[in-house]
């Protein structure tokens, strides 16, 4: 039991890793074809996943009305709200306008007017909490600190049309060899340099890690994803 | 300055700055300001790149971005579609997020309609055929699979449309057999994928990117435009706006920037009002331990 | 009179030797080059071949090339790409012809072959069985090339024919190749020297070092802590860290006996966070403190995910939250609420766009490979920690590699014909 619990998953990511790394540089048959056909797996095997996710949340739903946990009236919302989704969404519009996916059809209207809406009104949250973490946190507390705050006020000013007009009037308008001193000069500067070198650092930094990480998953020497340590 | 008024500045409810933050929006919106816009290099960058393509051409457009972040988005893949057929260019779609379909449909849709009404009033010789002007291919599973498969066999791999039309049966993929075909593939995205469209289409096939997409990812994506490997960046609701300046009308996301002016200028002030009162508070706590 | 008929005789010759000079120019002019030339396209699956031809004097952009394919050398010879005559250089094709200065003296393009199809049956949406054409295997295709003015047009005599060949290996990748074997015996070699010596320095990560830190306050104000894998999938790289990073903060959960709350976006997630928090728990000594249910699936959709951490952040009110992993727009809706419970906040992502929002809202905050780091900072092991010092290693030889190729192309200016710098600069081409 240990040796299909523990070994055989470590030889097929073995060999898979082997296998798609030689694919990868040579093109010839068959490795091009074992790219091919990998590449088909995994796109029907992400589709499945989403048939797990949704027996997953049925069954821990279901758990929760069965035991009648606090909120478990939400969880029958879920499963009417799925059931009418799903059916409307899959009966083709051939039997009826409302069916299907076409626009004018229930299924667009609960996308259009409950999951964007819903969707969008959490996300607009981020308008709220991005103001209140601003007063929160942008402290001149240490010099790392002021520099980030200068910085923030000339991208906030400098991306808005009051503020480039506002610039404008107190830079090019005094003198033209002031243009560089414009806020949406000087935010363009940012974006451009300082911004897309340190970008560019996390980036190199972040692609060794995901080389050193892939080696030691094919090697067999990182074992979390089958659920346990060594 | 009285320091208990700075104490309670510098813990001001949360609500408080809520209730500002709404006043800011709502207010532009209701008396509209109608602010000028000014258009920067990366959004023409974008722009530029299809104008410049001769009328037949067929590009794609990779709608990528969740409900969530639809009024941000739609503006922009509104007027990117208004400019590909008002050129006379071609539009193939394609999703790789399992929510993007209805935002595709959804933008295609109302840019059909608006297309019938137009050949309807005698403005445009016709209105827009689905499979000979554009085409959506729905959601491909398979994110960075997906991107090979096409970059190798475009309709082998999509292999129908989101109407169920067989992919090889479309008259507008008819001389498009790989990615490389396209001559152009806007992306328009929420999220990094855009980083998997240049790993797996540009930097593999060669095929020109650019990129539409939020204004959190914006800041990102500069490392790429730098590099070439995308041709320009149209970020969040500010390159939504001037996008639509470039095609001279005054749309969602231009109204938008009114909005987003004042709720800026009023975080700046937040962020000067609290260092004002953290500043003092320092000093006074200073002048108390000297003492 | 005489004088006026010579005159006149001169001047009609002269129109006439004038007129057919114009028209030897104009036919010079769309004369169709005949210096073309075919190969297999190199370091690839035997898809397309590459034609060549010598660019002519005349090239500008009101004039067209067009490339034509037939079956057969006596035609019929069909249009397959036209474009002026000004453009599609091989110097547009640096992965194949390289950077040498020669390449924008002659035209390049890549050219499909003609295929011999077959037939294949799929299943569609409705059910239906529809028959399809699908590639089989690339057959010899003849090539000439013409040239147009848009009112003429002038076909070469030359016809060339080839039929694209598999390739054994991808060239133009062998520079991705040597940094990966290069990266391979770091990562054996800094693996035996940490076996040989497990007290290899490694710089000190405020947020992991926190992380007791956080439990320990968890456990005195006997409130349960949250730990979030973020967006993606187990098979993201970054889950992966952080569900080892959720291993140790499982043990010294169940050593403190506190409670881990895990909310997961992802079902296979969840199965892989619950076997490991399970075996954490087993191998602190507490298997009957493990509860299955408190690791759990909240919902599939990004913003349903987030309301739902939300909702259990203000209704638990978790003294420690971590969010470990990549996130996206949730991140600082999920971090600012947090803090309105005054919890104590360590997060980490590889996510550019969000390490901004972490900095400014958590306590802590593990920027990009500090999150793939803390797997091996935390437990020591020396496989771990060798692997992290050959990342270290990795990151060394790409800083020489930048200083010594800005060297190279700064000096590069001066020596744009020497063939060693043209070479380099192709070994590092991605394409």
Known sequence: ?230 | MNIKFIDKLLKIDRRIIFVLVVIAIVIPILFPLNLPVQVTDEVRGVFNEVEKLPPGSTILVAFDYEPSTTPEMEPMGIALMRQCFDKGLKVVGISWLQQAPGNAIKVLSKIQGEYDTKAAEGKREKSLVYGEDYAYMGFQPGWQAMILGIGRDFKGTCKVDYKGNDAFSLPILKDIEKLADFPYLICLHDDSMINHWIIYGHEITGIRIGSMCTAVMAPGIYANLNAGQITGIVGGLKGGSEYEKLLKYRGAATSGMDSQTVIHVLIVIFILVGNFAYLIKEHHLKKERMR | MKAYKKTGIVLSLSLAIFILFCSFVGARELAAPESLEIRDTPSDRGDTLLISWHKIPQESEELEYIIYRSASPEGPFEEIERFPTNEKYASDLPQFFGFKKENEEFHAFEVDPIWETKQVKSRTVDGEWKTSSKKNRALLSFYKIGITNGETTVQGEKIVSGTPVQNWFRKNRINGLCFLVIMFFFVLYYISKAQRNPNIFLRMIPGINAVDEAVGRATEMGKPILYSTGYYDISELSTICSVNILAHVAKKVAQYDSRLIVPCKWPIAMTVCQEVVREAYINAGRPDAFNIDDIFSVAGEQFSYTIGVDSIMVREKPAANFFLGTFAAEALILAETGATTGAIQIAGTDSNYQIPFFVVACDYCLIGEELYAASAYLGRNPKLVGTLKAQDAGKLLLFTLLIVGTIMVTFGAFYKDADFLQYIRQFFLVR
């Open chain 1, 1 to 230: 039991m240990d040796f299909f619990k523990r070994k055989l998953p470590l030889v097929i990511v073995f060999l898979t890793g082997v296998v798609m790394m030689i694919s990868f540089y040579v093109p010839h048959t068959p490795f091009n074809q074992i790219w091919d056909g990998a590449s088909n797996w995994y796109q029907i095997i992400r589709s499945f996943t989403l048939v797990i996710a949704v027996v997953s949340l049925i069954r821990s739903h279901y758990r929760k009305i069965k035991t009648g946990k606090q909120g478990w009236g939400y969880s029958g919302i879920m499963f009417f709200v799925l059931i009418v989704t799903a059916v409307c969404g899959i009966i083709p519009d051939s039997v009826h306008p409302v069916f299907g996916n076409k626009s004018g059809s229930l299924y667009m209207w609960i996308f259009d007017y409950v999951n964007t809406a819903a969707a969008a009104t959490v996300f607009s949250l981020l308008a709220f909490y991005i103001a209140s973490a601003a007063y929160r946190a942008f402290r001149v507390r240490t010099i790392d600190a002021t520099i980030m705050l200068v910085a923030a006020l000339i991208v906030m000013i400098g991306r808005v049309p009051w503020g480039e007009q506002f610039s404008e009037l107190i830079t090019s308008r005094i003198s033209p060899h002031l243009k560089f001193l414009r806020l949406d000069v000087l935010t363009s500067f940012f974006l451009n340099y300082p911004t897309a070198a340190s970008k560019r650092a996390i980036y190199l930094g972040i692609a060794l890690a995901s080389v050193s990480t892939s080696l030691r998953i094919i090697l067999g020497i990182e074992r979390t994803y089958m659920g346990g340590d060594d």
